[in-house]
């Protein structure tokens, strides 16, 4: 079976500083990645998309940058974090070639000081 | 990018009672998902609809797809404590899903 994961569960961040996180998929090849942030209790805004090594596609311009260095490996990371980059940030893979449907990570809750 | 409008944004009921929320589109659906997120956790997709008119069920859920594939709704019957969550409503296109802003559901002992 599929697993997602992400790390780290929680970050405390101060502002100017770098960040980088985590996303890695098992029991699957080639799928398509995402990147996404929450704010408290609603919806998801798409940050990035990948569907395949290197090719990664900016939806919000921002201070963010994503790189997949490997199939199954997707980053998130900044140069130098903004109070408003703290939120829920969420990766995801569906099936290449597949329907729509998308399975999450746990999440990591990012809060920048 | 289409917009997705979902209601009510907030809906608190006591176990036992029904519950319905809705899902709205100005646009055709190609598909349309569902998913269940609880605090602090990724969303976990409950169910995918595509033919205008579906109905699906999932234990005591039940999703229908509009027949002219611009609305979606989700009942919940004899709702549970374990109902309490975030329901999202998300479209597909071009690899990207879109997602609505959700809606909140508490269901109280």
């Known amino acids: 079976s599929q697993t997602i994961h992400q790390w780290p569960a929680t970050l405390v961040q101060p502002v100017g500083s770098p960040l980088s996180l985590e996303c890695t998929v098992e029991g699957t090849s080639n799928p398509n990645l995402y990147w996404y942030r929450q704010a408290a209790g609603r919806g998801l805004q798409l940050l990035f998309y990948s569907v395949g090594i290197g090719q990664i596609s900016s939806e919000v311009p921002q201070n963010l940058s994503a790189s997949r260095p490997q199939d199954r490996q997707f980053i998130l990371s900044s140069k130098k974090l903004l109070l408003s980059d703290s939120g829920f940030y969420l990766c995801a893979w569906s099936v290449r070639g597949g329907g729509y449907e998308q399975f999450f990570g746990p999440g990591t809750r990012l809060t920048v000081l | ?109």
């Open chain 2, 1 to 109: 990018t289409q917009l997705l409008e979902q209601s009510p944004q907030f809906l608190s009921i006591q176990e036992g009672e029904n519950l319905t929320v809705y899902c709205n589109s100005s646009s055709v659906f190609s598909s349309l998902q569902w998913y269940r997120q609880e605090p602090g956790e990724g969303p976990v997709l409950l169910v995918t609809v595509v033919t205008g008119g579906e109905v699906k069920k999932l234990k005591r859920l039940t999703f229908q797809f509009g027949d002219a594939r611009k609305d979606s709704s989700l009942h919940i019957t004899a709702a549970q404590p374990g109902d309490t969550g975030l329901y999202l409503c998300a479209q597909g296109g071009d690899y990207k899903l879109s997602f609505g802003a959700g809606t909140t559901v508490t269901v109280r002992a």
